[in-house]
T-cell receptor, first 111, second 112 residues
Framework: QQPVQSPQAVILREGEDAVINCSSS?????VHWYRQKHGEAPVFLMI?????EQKGHDKISASFNEKKQQSSLYLTASQLSYSGTYFC????????????FGTGTRLKVLA | DVKVTQSSRYLVKRTGEKVFLECVQD?????MFWYRQDPGLGLRLIYF???????EKGDIPEGYSVSREKKERFSLILESASTNQTSMYLC???????????FGPGTRLLVL
């Protein structure tokens, strides 16, 4: 089943922080995060592995909570360039193809 | 840098037409994917291919077929386009099943 992201959309001012959650109905072993800027292709941001490791990419970091079957993406001191749609990808648990993407979160950073 | 290209950025077709969307990657990746992107539904997998002439259905294959005759090229075919197939279509490739995917810029298809 497709992981559910929350919120669906968020608007921030520059410098504000945001959290995007990705919740799965299945046990998680790894989570991928991607960002798609308007009119562009989605681009890989980071991967999180089982064990609760927190990874970072500039001022964007993420955590992985196995018990909650959830990953959270933290955007600190948002910049205009953070605007876009964020997707998580989690493991399916069965089938040849490993990952299934989430419902997406649209983030808009205003000056 | 990996490059994934799609044949068209925008496409307008009529109901019932046969539509071909082409995708080419230049990094010799084994896996290629076709997704459909709709607001609130995220990226949904239509088909994927793990080798030449090999394909598997994704989550929403109905109304679509695919072709992979060469490793670098993966085509999505809408046999008889319908208005509910109006969407953004994204192609992606990856070296293996578990690794990062590289996406193309997408094709926005409008079916009238």
């Amino acid at each position: 089943q497709q992981p559910v992201q929350s919120p669906q959309a968020v608007i921030l001012r520059e410098g504000e922080d945001a959290v995007i959650n990705c919740s799965s109905s299945k046990a998680l072993y790894s989570v991928h995060w991607y960002r798609q800027k308007h009119g562009e292709a989605p681009v890989f941001l980071m991967i999180l592995l089982k064990g609760g490791e927190q990874k970072g990419h500039d001022k964007i970091s993420a955590s992985f909570n196995e018990k909650k079957q959830q990953s959270s993406l933290y955007l600190t001191a948002s910049q205009l360039s953070y605007s876009g749609t964020y997707f998580c990808g989690t493991e399916r648990g069965s089938g040849t193809y490993k990952y299934i993407f989430g419902t997406g979160t649209r983030l808009k950073v205003l000056a | 840098d990996v490059k994934v290209t799609q044949s068209s950025r925008y496409l307008v077709k009529r109901t019932g037409e046969k539509v071909f969307l082409e995708c080419v990657q230049d990094m010799d990746h084994e896996n290629m994917f076709w997704y459909r992107q709709d607001p609130g539904l995220g990226l949904r997998l239509i088909y994927f291919s793990y080798d030449v002439k090999m394909k598997e259905k994704g989550d929403i294959p109905e109304g679509y077929s695919v072709s992979r005759e060469k490793k670098e090229r993966f085509s999505l075919i809408l046999e008889s386009a319908s208005t509910n197939q109006t969407s953004m279509y994204l192609c992606a490739s990856s070296p293996t099943n578990q690794e990062t995917q590289y996406f193309g810029p997408g094709t926005r298809l409008l079916v009238l």
